[in-house]
C-alpha cells in the first residue's frame, strides 16, 4: 500500500507518520530526494518519525562501460552541472538541461575502457552527457544517481586511495573533480571532495 519508510544517506532510518505526498506509491530500494520535517525520536528499528513535504523519485542508474564500440551512445556534449557528491553508495548528480523537442537525452557514469588509467592509486570515471543534437530553449533542474557498486567507498578504499570524475562542463573546458577515501572516527568509510582542477591531456 502506501506505508513506506526511509532509509536516509547517513544510516539513519525515519518512519513514515505522515505525508503531503498522498498519491506516492513506494517501491522497495528506490533513490528519492525527500523534504520531511522531524515529528518525534523513535527507538528500535527507526531513529525519528516524520512528515514528508515533498518527494521526487531520482533515476538511478549503474556505473557503464565504455567501449569503442558504444562511445557514440554516450557522447560528450557539455554538461550543465551544479553540483557532485558522493553519499549512499552513489555518485549523485544536481544538473541542467535544455529539454528537447523529440529524442530523450542520456545522463552516464562511464569506466573509459578506451583509454590507459595513469597508476595513481584512484579510480578514474567519466560522466558523459548525450543531448541528441535535439535541444530547446527551455531548460530544466534534474537528478541522477549512479551506484558505485565495486568503486563505492566501503569496497574500493582498502585498494584505491578515491575516485576522480572527468567532466566535460558548457564552459571552461573539462575538468576533474576528486573525491578522496578516508576513515572517520567511528572507522567507516567517507568521501570527502578534496578539489577541482583543470585536465591536462
Known amino acids: 500500500g502506501n506505508v513506506y519508510s526511509l532509509a536516509i544517506d547517513n544510516g539513519q532510518k525515519l518512519w513514515v507518520g505522515a505525508s503531503d505526498v498522498y498519491w506516492y506509491k513506494p517501491t522497495d530500494g528506490q533513490r528519492a530526494i525527500v523534504n520531511y520535517t522531524l515529528l518525534a525520536d523513535r527507538e528500535g528499528d527507526f531513529d525519528h518519525v516524520v512528515k514528508v513535504n515533498y518527494l521526487s523519485d531520482v533515476l538511478t542508474k549503474p556505473v557503464d562501460d565504455l567501449t569503442e564500440e558504444n562511445e557514440e551512445e554516450f557522447g560528450n556534449?557539455?554538461?550543465?552541472?551544479?553540483?557532485?557528491?558522493?553519499?549512499?553508495?552513489?555518485?549523485?548528480?544536481?544538473?541542467?538541461?535544455?529539454?528537447?523537442?523529440?529524442?530523450?537525452?542520456?545522463?552516464?557514469?562511464?569506466?573509459?575502457?578506451?583509454?590507459?588509467?595513469?597508476?595513481?592509486?584512484?579510480?578514474?570515471?567519466?560522466?558523459?552527457?548525450?543531448?541528441?543534437?535535439?535541444?530547446t530553449n527551455v531548460w530544466t533542474r534534474s537528478f541522477v544517481s549512479f551506484y558505485?557498486?565495486?568503486?563505492?567507498?566501503?569496497?574500493?578504499?582498502?585498494?584505491?586511495?578515491?575516485?576522480?570524475?572527468?567532466?566535460?562542463?558548457?564552459?571552461?573546458?573539462?575538468?576533474?573533480?576528486?573525491?578522496?577515501?578516508?576513515?572517520?572516527?567511528?572507522?567507516?568509510?567517507?568521501?570527502?571532495?578534496?578539489?577541482?582542477?583543470n585536465t591536462t591531456e
Not at 92 to 112: A, G, I, T, W
Not at 156 to 175: F, H, L, R, S
Open 77 to 135: 556534449d557539455g554538461a550543465l552541472i551544479e553540483d557532485m557528491w558522493i553519499g549512499g553508495n552513489y555518485l549523485n548528480v544536481q544538473f541542467r538541461f535544455y529539454l528537447p523537442s523529440h529524442y530523450r537525452h542520456r545522463v552516464s557514469l562511464v569506466k573509459n575502457t578506451t583509454v590507459e588509467d595513469p597508476e595513481d592509486g584512484y579510480i578514474h570515471l567519466e560522466y558523459r552527457y548525450n543531448n541528441q543534437d535535439d535541444v
Open 148 to 197: 558505485l557498486g565495486d568503486y563505492a567507498p566501503g569496497k574500493a578504499a582498502d585498494e584505491y586511495k578515491g575516485i576522480i570524475v572527468k567532466i566535460n562542463p558548457t564552459i571552461n573546458g573539462e575538468k576533474k573533480l576528486k573525491y578522496e577515501f578516508k576513515k572517520s572516527e567511528g572507522n567507516d568509510r567517507t568521501i570527502t571532495k578534496l578539489e577541482e582542477f
